[in-house]
Nanobody, 128 residues
Framework: QLRLVESGGDLVQPGGSLRLSCAASGFTLDDYAIVWFRQAPGKEREGVSCISRSGDITQYADSVKGRFTISRDNAKNTVYLQMNSLKPEDTAVYYC?????????????????????WGQGTQVTVSS
């Protein structure tokens, strides 16, 4: 069964940190760019960050730039989202997605919802 599994969501105080993980099962992430999304209750889904196949190209939404860092460890078949200086407005369900990218596009990522696989999400709550 091919799937993505997110983990690491939790309740954290404002200013705190969390690291989310996105692990692939049944396939290797080597050939995929990864995009993180989030969705808060009553709000539209928001693209947060992406990382290329090569791992050296990343993009961030303005709302998280300077606070979140995306990275990947292909040996562990896992992508991470390090979230620092968390704010209450970061509260949401966070989803990772994978988009197949050909070798010619290994250094490309786009924060887009046009992806091949989606995880089930992990809840992040930022509250005092």
């Amino acid at each position: 069964q091919l799937r993505l599994v997110e983990s690491g969501g939790d309740l954290v105080q404002p200013g705190g940190s969390l690291r989310l993980s996105c692990a692939a099962s049944g396939f290797t992430l080597d050939d995929y760019a990864i995009v993180w999304f989030r969705q808060a209750p009553g709000k539209e889904r928001e693209g947060v960050s992406c990382i290329s196949r090569s791992g050296d190209i990343t993009q961030y939404a303005d709302s998280v730039k300077g606070r979140f860092t995306i990275s990947r460890d292909n040996a562990k078949n896992t992508v991470y989202l390090q979230m620092n200086s968390l704010k209450p407005e970061d509260t949401a369900v966070y989803y990772c997605t994978a988009k197949s990218m050909g070798r010619l596009f290994s250094r490309r990522c786009v924060i887009s919802s046009d992806n091949d696989y989606w995880g089930q999400g992990t809840q992040v709550t930022v509250s005092s």
